[in-house]
Antibody, heavy 118, light 106 residues
């Protein structure tokens, strides 16, 4: 059974940093692309970034809204995906979801809440 | 950048009625990567359809997806009380989401 479990969310002040983690199981993590998607309160779904697999040189991509502030990384030996978030803004407040893309079949975690507030 | 436009924004229907939701892409997309989700308040999105027309695991057959190119449709043949929710389409290859359609009780 595929499982994705996010952790690391919480309350942080504007300008602060936070690191989210996603622990994956039930599939060959190293073979697949992984995304972070977020949803601000009362809003729609917004793609944050993508980590491609080893076959594609672990290339990363980011939305314009987080480029230069957020960094995706992965550790295939630990079946884990990470999102380092720096220079956080109040508009980054959202539930952050880890998504595994298994050949056109996306699997989602339950999400972790990040609140940016003073 | 591919833009997905969902319509209508809100659909007001009664249980037992048929719901037809539209997702239109700004340019032709690979239907292998077109997905539909259902989301209820406080819950993560639930995958309904992948590859434009394939039902995900444990999804009832009243949900069906169709379309290709730039026009895709999610159909709920007979609305059950638990189907009233927000629905999103996504092009997984480019990671674009539509803005969502809320299906509410009339």
């Amino acid at each position: 059974e595929v499982q994705l479990v996010e952790s690391g969310g919480g309350l942080v002040q504007p300008g602060g940093s936070l690191r989210l983690s996603c622990a994956a199981s039930g599939f060959t993590f190293s073979d697949h692309y992984m995304d972070w998607v977020r949803q601000a309160p009362g809003k729609g779904l917004e793609w944050v970034g993508r980590s491609r697999n080893k076959a594609h040189s672990y290339r990363t991509e980011y939305s314009d809204s987080v480029k230069g502030r957020f960094t995706l990384s992965r550790d295939d030996s630990k079946n884990s995906l990470y999102l380092q978030m720096n220079s956080l803004k109040t508009e980054d407040t959202a539930v952050y979801y880890c998504v595994g893309l298994l050949t056109g079949y996306p699997y989602w975690g339950q999400g972790t809440l990040v609140t940016v507030s003073s | 950048e591919i833009v997905l436009t969902q319509s209508p924004g809100t659909l007001s229907l009664s249980p037992g009625e048929r719901a037809t939701l539209s997702c239109r892409a700004s340019q032709s997309v690979d239907s292998s990567y077109l997905a539909w989700y259902q989301q209820k308040p406080g819950q993560a999105p639930r995958l309904l359809i992948y590859g434009a027309s394939n039902r995900a695991t444990d999804i009832p057959d009243r949900f069906s997806g169709s379309g290709s190119g730039t026009d895709f449709t999610l159909t709920i043949s007979r609305l059950e009380p638990e189907d009233f929710a927000v629905y999103y389409c996504q092009q997984c290859d480019s990671s674009t989401f539509g803005g969502g359609t809320k299906v509410e009780i009339k």
